[in-house]
T-cell receptor, first 115, second 113 residues
């Protein structure tokens, strides 16, 4: 256990559905991240929150909407997704976003399938 | 452009054997380099983290080396076990205000009995 939990672990949704992914960290960290990992591709950083403020959005389509109500919780709201959005979505946290040794701790991921 | 290249892309070894994975990077200015192990369908788990001044770090049967001059790192696995079968990801962070990380594609290791 890394101290980062994600729910649900598996999700199948249609293209017209709306769903949300949840991430919670119990490490007292201030930075949280969403990553997408497609088959046979490296991790792609999607969003970063530091002290509840969004600091990075790596040109992610608007059908993905993040929310960070506090430093311990991070959500990814999904709507009108496409089949190519099927992937493993990973949440991570770190002490803060910045220099040196900001070790990231990853959750187990949510396996998303869009039909 | 910051890049991290890992080799080989995949590797199959017999249980009990040793192996070495490679990571070359162009990230600059360099802050730190991390090796992660990712089991299939799970999140990555940190194995080692090294800064500029460190050239070797061990975590059990895993030993990482860093040559900051040539911008190369290796991960050596000793006496491999079936549970070592996983993807091994090299991540290099830049010394900037955002501390951006660049992820390698990973090496998929399969340990066979």
């Amino acid at each position: 256990e890394t101290g980062v939990t994600q729910t649900p672990r598996h999700l199948v949704m249609g293209m017209t559905n709306k769903k949300s992914l949840k991430c919670e960290q119990h490490l007292g960290h201030n930075a949280m991240y969403w990553y997408k990992q497609s088959a046979k591709k490296p991790l792609e950083l999607m969003f970063v929150y530091n002290f509840k403020e969004q600091t990075e959005n790596n040109s992610v389509p608007s059908r993905f909407s993040p929310e960070c109500p506090n430093s311990s919780h991070l959500f990814l709201h999904l709507h009108t997704l496409q089949p190519e959005d099927s992937a493993l979505y990973l949440c991570a946290s770190s002490e803060t976003q910045g220099l040196d040794h900001y070790e990231q701790y990853f959750g187990p991921g949510t396996r998303l399938t869009v039909t | 452009k910051n890049q991290v290249e890992q080799s080989p892309q995949s590797l199959i070894i017999l249980e009990g054997k040793n192996c070495t994975l490679q990571c070359n990077y162009t990230v600059s200015p360099f802050s730190n380099l991390r090796w992660y192990k990712q089991d299939t369908g799970r999140g990555p788990v940190s194995l080692t983290i090294m800064t500029f001044s460190e050239n070797t770090k061990s975590n059990g049967r895993y030993t990482a080396t860093l040559d900051a001059d040539t911008k190369q790192s290796s991960l050596h696995i000793t006496a491999s076990q079936l549970s070592d079968s996983a993807s091994y990801i090299c991540v290099v962070s830049a010394r900037t205000n955002a501390g951006k990380s660049t992820f390698g594609d990973g090496t998929t290791l399969t340990v066979k009995p």
